[in-house]
Structures are given as structure tokens and as C-alpha cells.
């Protein structure tokens, strides 16, 4: 899944009454980190977490406080606790929280240490990011409980302090601690790779570009349940000797079903593995069926994954192969989707949109490209409950500096047959040396789509900057535009909401379903004042 | 602004009522005249304090306070009432009269629209009472006793006295000492920091209430004797003032369905529902002691604490409210209207809404109902509706957040055709 990233850090320290400035400052805690916390669902917005350090006990322990906001941003509560910490003046590195997922009454936490570039950078590329140690915060009573480590495979409360002053026995400790992933359903997934491995395993499930590390086959791996009770196990690799081997990673969990990516490696070096993906059922841990992207004509790239009622609904690129069997990226044929039986793993049906569909709309030819402007890229899938699609896609041309150029909305009805296309002007942001195509682009977060929501009462929003992107070949004082497209009974509405004020400029951070939340911070140094409003979507 | 006004006199005059007129731009111009020529003799009293580095803080927050009042003054927020200003200025001469040692000739009184019901002194010879404070009260001698209360402030000369309390304890080389202490500390600096900042605003606190027991002392007095005969008017004003925030009236859904079922637009249940439900909201607060934080003792220690000290009884003398009653005839409407010319167009639909509840057959709330309804759709399509529109929150009446969620939950032509209906 594609972490859907934030523009800014949200939210600052709490300040106190003015008469003893100093004084003040001094007590007052330090914001670290927020996190948008998500209902069971993985859709819905339940509230924000922001962690700050109350104060530095001694060389490696600080206490923190949690304040949990609700979807209003009214105070929830809040509880604290202290924490060891790895202090060095050869490497500066900052907590924050690593993930947190809401169960029922308990808030699933993680904290811990990393180096600021680095975590925003695994930040952007995988949005589950898993954890080898979590606190429990009970949302009756804002209770927290220590941490949770998981060694040989049971769930353990510490109850000794980590040595921080010797961190080569800390890093000994945690080879033997298991690394975790939450599901949707407050379950765990535990791996039998240590920490960093699964890190590792993760990017590359979804970022095929990233960097490869030599790491010991994955055997098995085991789901407790939000009891932290174990049920299953499931084997893979079994086979010492072959060739061949399979690296799964959790994908998604709908109701009963969970979903792992697998690749399938023919060798060691397999540059080009088989994707497909496996649906297991939570309960008994049994493989449900199979769903194969392997196909003998064309090679599919996969996009998108969902649960529609009783279907999987699978989209993915369609290219030619090369001569060696792999394929191109200016050769696209188009999209295809892909229907399920949720129940059998029967393919249903299988649909193409080749680029002839836009014909007398745009002059584009059959490997995509539009003549005198690029390619698109399609980044977002909305499947309708009456089987219409709504797709966001985005123009870029390749080049030495390749462009990013005017969004686009599809509506594709059950066929994939185009039924109808909204060109969006834009501002057209470049990226100076690469050279590359959409997936590739999107990965690199380049484009300027943002991302999507359901609307309460139907219908979905869609977000994405007009402006030109900050580090860039960026112009001094650019004007900032935030674009809102709504879908409402089958009516797209495109809205303009500026960014840039007269004194100073608004951050766009993600909300509750039909909401935006619009921070607004003045650029003038002697009055820094800033709010933030919770504003409707007009729809 | 003048448009409001004009507006709003249109309807008044149509009725034959009072009004308040928040265009007035040549009271506006002498008051602030007047607020200058006040200030400069703070000014000059600050001048003369010896220690510099007091006398230069002073100064800044001094300044930082007069702006932010000549800001209010610029906005129109003060305002001359055709029945009130006269009124408060009768229980100010017959103040005046009664305490003929106390010299208060100097006090002058201000009328504000408000969104709040508050009376307060800032210093500079001036009392300012908020309108809806004056709409809650039942009787003159009510109000007598609050202006009383804030005469007393002036004279006693608490908000120069606490400004000047304040400068000396923040530059206190004591309390430097301490901090810098503080600050050198590699361990635990913010808890020590907390426990020494929670120790100066506790007792800040408790200075400001013994502050207010002084203010109650000297108010009755000088309250008693200027109506000897309804002294104990003195208690049940605190008496009234404990409840005075709580709203008596409530909007219920056969309310909302009325107002919001219009033509071509079905009532829809999910537009009240709230989130407030699904969260277990904390209560004890963490960081602070609250009761060492209030500003004000409770209005129970306040009437104990006068009546033990003044033996009053609590025996009234009847009072006849009807000349006061008839002056508050149009308090409804201008409170409603305050709210709109303060922009909180959320508060004053809500409120528009309760009294048309009342009064069903008054244009003029229909058409305030129109107005406000006007202002929050353009924030809306502005996408600043959030400056105008409250958020539902743990401590607002059900009713009140019900509102909030439904003007929210509006689609967009759901908002269109509720808004030509009251077109």
C-alpha cells in the first residue's frame, strides 16, 4: 500500500500563560511526532496521536507524554511514561511513533528511536510499517502499558529495563525478538525474520527498485489474535535445497479474509519474480485460493487491490513483453481489471481499457503516448457499488527532466468501457535529471495527486497540489493551490481552495471522511500565531 | 458594518423599538479621545516608577493591552443603547451620590456587544458590561450591584496593582535565580520548571480571588448605600451569576425538522448525529489543579463571605420589573443581532433558532435565519466556515452540537434550497 503522505507535521508543543516567559518554556514539553489514527476499517479517521518528551530523566530515559485528539480535534486525553533511549554524540536520532492502530478500546502503540531522514523516508514508501515492540493504551481509562516485545514467539511484557548504555547487547536482545504487523482486525502477523529483515522484505514487496539485501529465506509465519493468543502457522520455503523460493508480505485484511503478496523467485537473482497473491482465511489460517498476475500475452503490473461486497477486484498495467521477457515502460497497452468470487477465487471476468478508448479526446497511439504532450498514469481506482470505476490519473512527459503535467478523471463502467474524461489544467511541476515513467514517478512521489476519500452520504473527493512543489526549480514565492475534485451522484465538481494567504500560507493536512484540516501559518517572525480549522468539504 | 446597522434599524424602526447601533462612528471617535486622554495618565503614572527595567515591561504589556482595546473601540464592539446607556448611567450618578467620599466621577461605564455575559474593569476609569449580561438580568438593582462590584475594582485599583505585581515578580532577581538554576540542570529541568511555574500561577490565582472578595466588600457598600432598601439584591446577583452561563432553552429534533424540513428538502435523522459518543473523554485534568486555578471564588464562597462580614438578611423589598422588562422588550433580537455584526454566525443562528422557537411569528428572526445562513455558506465555499461555525465539543449542551453537526452535514443544495426558502 502506498503511504499516503503527509504535507507537514501537525500539530506543536502545548504553550502556557505568558508572565513567566522562561519559566515557561522550560516546562513546557517538546513535540516529537502525530499520527492520524485510523478506525478498524483503515478508512475512517478515528483521531490524531502527538507524542512529546516531558523531560529527560537521565542519559537514557526520558518520559513522554501521548495526547490523543479526537476526529474534531477536541482533547481526548492523555497518559505518560518513561522510556529508555539510545543516547550518541556520533549519531543524532529522534522518537517518534513508529505506528499506531486502533482495536476496539485499545490503541496498539510503538515508539522509538531513528534517524530523522531515514524514518521519513521508509515513512513515504510503506504506510504499515511493522514494530518488534508495542504498548497498550486503553481508551476507557487511558492506561499504558509497558512494552510489549515478542520472543519465541510469545507476547512479553518487559519487565527489565533495556541496558542503553551497552547498545551492542540491546541489538543481541533484539535478534532474538520477532517483528510484527497489525491487521485490520486487531490480529498480528509475526515473521520469523528479525527486525530489520522485515523492514527490508517490506519496501521491496512494494518498491521492486529498492535496494536488494541478502537475507535468510522466510519459513513461516504466525497469527495471534488480538489477545495476542496464537492460531496459526503458515509454511513456506520448507524445501532447504531448491532453487527457487517465495517472499510473502502482508498485504491487506478484509472482514474474514487476509491477503499477502507473494513473489515467487525462480533463482536466487530473479529480477523480475511472479507476483500473485495469496487470500487466507483469518480463522483457520488456510489458503483460500490464489490470485495469479502471471499471464501469457501481455505482462500485468499490479495497481490496485480491493473488497467490493463479494469480490476482489484486481487492476493492473497491461505491457508487452521485450524480447527478454520483460517488459517496457513506454510500451503500456493499457489497464486491465480483474473480477473475483470473494468466496472460490473463480476469475469472474477480465476487462481491458486500451488507449483507443480515448480516441477524439486525446491523439495518443497504442503504447499510450499523446503526441506533443507524454503519457498518462493512472493513480487512484474508486470502484462503484454499480460498477462503475472513477480513476485519477496524471500526464507527465519523460525526459532528461521529466514533467509533470495536468491531472485527469475517468469514469469506466463495468467493462472498462470509457464513459467519461475530465481534463484537469494544472500547474506543471519538473524534475530536474530523472528520466522516468509512471510507476517509477509515483513511487518517487512526484506526482501531484494526494489521495482520496469516501464522502458521508456517497461519493468520493479527491485531492491534489496546483503548485509548483518546494525543492523543485522552485520560484520564489509560489502561489499555493490545493484542487478538490468531488464525485457526487455521478457529477465531478472541481474546486480551487488557495494555499497562500496575505500573511503567510495554509498546509492542507488529511481529515475525517469529507473534511480537510487547514493549518494556517503566518509569515510574520514577531507574530507566529497559527490555527487550525477543520473545514467541510463543499460538496 | 454601516449597512448592518442600517439594516438592522430598518426592522427596529418598523417595530417602533430600541436598537443598538454599531455605526456610530462619532461615539466611537470620542471614546477613543477619551481612552487616549485616560491612558496617558497611566502612562505617566508608569513613568514614574524608578526601576527601569520595571518601568520599560511595564510599559510593553501596557501598550500590548491598549492596542488590543482601541482595536475594540475601532470595531465598533462598544456601543450607546438607546435604554441602557441611560440606565447605567443613572445607577452610576446615584452611585456617585451615595458614596460622595468615594469620588468617582471619573468611571464611565461602556455597553458592549458581546457573545459573552461578563462585566469587567480594565483599568482607566472604565466599566464595561457585555449586553447579554444585562438580558439575564431581572431587575435594575441586579445590574446595580455588578457595576458596584466593578466600581470597586477601579478604585481599589487591582488591574494596575496586578499588572504591576506581576512585572515585578517576572523580573524578581529570585525568581531568576531559580530559573537559571533550573535551566543549568541536564535532568529532569521540566518537571522542576512545571513545579515552580504551577507554585507562581496557583498563587496568582489566589491573589486575584482574595482580589474579588476586596471588590465584593467595598461593591457592597457602596451598593448598599445607594439602595438601602435591597441590599441583600447584593447576594442573589452571585447568586444568579453561578448559573448565569446555562442556557434553559433547547433545541430539540421536532425543532430541527421544523426549521430545516423545507420544501424540496427532506429532514434527514443523520444530520444531528454527533462524535462526541464514541469517545471516553478524560476528566480529571493531568497538569493543572483546577480549583487553584480559578480567577474567582465560587459565587457560594462569595455570598457566604458577604454574608458572614455584612450580616446581611436576605429579605427583599418588592420590586416593580416592569419599566425594566419593557427595556429589554428587543434584548432577543439584539443579542441575536450582536452575534451576527461579531461574526460568530454559528452562535447566532443557533440562538436565532431558540428565540423564533419562542416567537414564531417574528420576520425578524426569519430573516436572521436568512442572513446567517447567507454568511456561513459563503464560508463555506471559502472554506473558512470553521472561523464562523463552532466545533462540536465535549462540553457544549447535545442541543448545540447537534446544531453544529447539522449545519455541517448539509449537502450543498440541501444548504441552497433551506436558504431560498427564508429567502
Sequence with gaps: MKKISLLIALFFCTTFFGQVTKLSALSSSKFLDSKILYEEDNENIYGYLLLFEKDKVNANESLFELVLLDKNLNKVGSTSFAQEVYNSWLIKLSSSIYFAKKNKDNLFIAIGQSNPMVESLIDRMIEDKGTSAFRVLNLKDFTISQNYFIKDYKFQLQTEKLDMQHPSKVMKEMQNMRFTKLTTNGGFIVSDLDYKSSMNESIAAFYPGAAKMKVNRQKEFYYFDSDFQQKWVYKINQEEKSKSFYKYNYFVNNRNDLVFIKKFYKKENDNIPDLSFDVVDVATGAKKFEISMANTAYSYVFENLQFLDNKIIVFASVYDFNDKGEYRYDKKRGYVKQVYDRQTGKQLSEDFLKWDAFAGKLDIDEDGKIKDYGFIHFLEFRCDKDGKTIVVAEGYKPNANTKILDLFTFVLDEKMKLLGFNKIDKFKNQIDNIFAYGSSLENMGTFDYMYSQNLPGGGYVFYYSDNEKVGYKSKKDPKWILGVITYVDGVFDFQKVPLTTKNGQIYPIKAKNGYILLKEVSNDDNNKDSEIRLEKINY | ?423
Design chain 2, 1 to 423: 458594518m454601516l449597512i448592518l446597522a442600517l439594516f438592522f434599524m430598518e426592522f427596529s424602526f418598523a417595530q417602533n423599538s430600541t436598537v443598538i447601533d454599531t455605526s456610530n462612528v462619532d461615539y466611537r471617535e470620542k471614546l477613543a479621545q477619551y481612552y487616549d486622554s485616560q491612558t496617558s495618565k497611566t502612562e505617566t503614572r508608569i513613568n514614574e516608577i524608578e526601576d527601569k527595567k520595571i518601568r520599560k515591561q511595564f510599559l510593553i504589556n501596557y501598550t500590548d493591552k491598549t492596542v488590543a482595546f482601541k482595536e475594540l473601540i475601532n470595531k465598533g464592539v462598544f456601543v450607546e443603547h438607546n435604554s441602557f446607556t441611560n440606565l447605567c448611567n443613572e445607577i452610576l450618578t446615584k452611585i456617585n451620590a451615595s458614596n460622595p467620599t468615594q469620588k468617582l466621577e471619573d468611571i464611565k461605564i461602556l455597553l458592549a456587544v458581546s457573545d459573552e455575559v461578563n462585566a469587567y474593569n480594565c483599568g482607566e476609569g472604565l466599566i464595561v458590561v457585555d449586553l447579554p449580561l444585562i438580558y439575564k438580568m431581572d431587575n435594575e438593582y441586579e445590574l446595580a450591584y455588578v457595576i458596584a462590584h466593578e466600581i470597586s475594582h477601579q478604585k481599589l485599583d487591582h488591574v494596575y496593582q496586578s499588572m504591576m505585581k506581576h512585572n515585578w515578580q517576572n523580573n524578581s532577581e529570585e525568581l531568576k535565580k531559580k530559573t537559571d538554576e533550573i535551566d543549568q540542570q541536564k535532568y529532569n529541568k521540566s518537571s522542576l520548571a512545571s513545579g515552580l511555574f504551577k507554585k507562581i500561577v496557583y498563587t496568582n490565582r489566589e491573589e486575584s480571588r482574595k482580589l474579588e472578595h476586596q471588590a465584593d466588600s467595598l461593591g457592597y457598600i457602596l451598593f448598599r448605600n445607594a439602595y438601602p432598601d435591597y441590599e441583600s439584591y447584593s447576594v442573589e446577583t452571585l447568586r444568579k451569576l453561578k448559573w448565569i452561563d446555562e442556557e434553559k432553552e433547547a433545541l430539540t429534533k421536532e425543532d430541527f425538522l421544523h426549521f430545516f424540513e423545507v420544501s424540496n428538502t427532506k429532514f434527514k435523522d443523520e444530520w444531528l448525529v454527533s462524535e462526541i459518543a464514541i469517545y471516553n473523554y478524560q476528566k480529571n485534568a493531568k497538569f493543572w489543579n483546577i480549583d487553584s486555578l480559578r480567577t474567582h471564588p465560587d459565587c457560594d464562597t462569595r455570598i457566604s463571605f458577604l454574608k458572614e462580614n455584612f450580616k446581611i438578611q436576605e429579605k427583599n423589598k418588592s420590586v416593580d420589573v416592569a419599566n425594566f422588562n419593557l427595556q429589554k422588550i428587543n434584548s432577543d433580537k439584539e443579542f441575536v443581532f450582536g452575534l451576527y455584526f461579531l461574526e460568530e454566525y454559528g452562535k447566532s443562528l443557533y440562538y436565532t433558532l431558540l428565540k423564533s422557537k419562542k416567537n414564531p411569528k417574528e420576520e425578524f428572526f426569519k430573516k436572521m435565519i436568512y442572513d446567517n445562513l447567507i454568511k456561513l455558506r459563503d464560508a463555506r465555499n471559502n472554506y473558512t466556515l470553521n472561523k464562523y461555525l463552532e466545533n462540536e465539543k465535549p462540553k457544549f449542551p447535545e442541543d448545540y452540537n447537534q446544531f453544529l453537526c447539522l449545519i455541517r452535514n448539509l449537502r450543498k443544495n440541501e444548504l441552497t434550497q433551506i436558504i431560498e426558502f427564508y429567502k
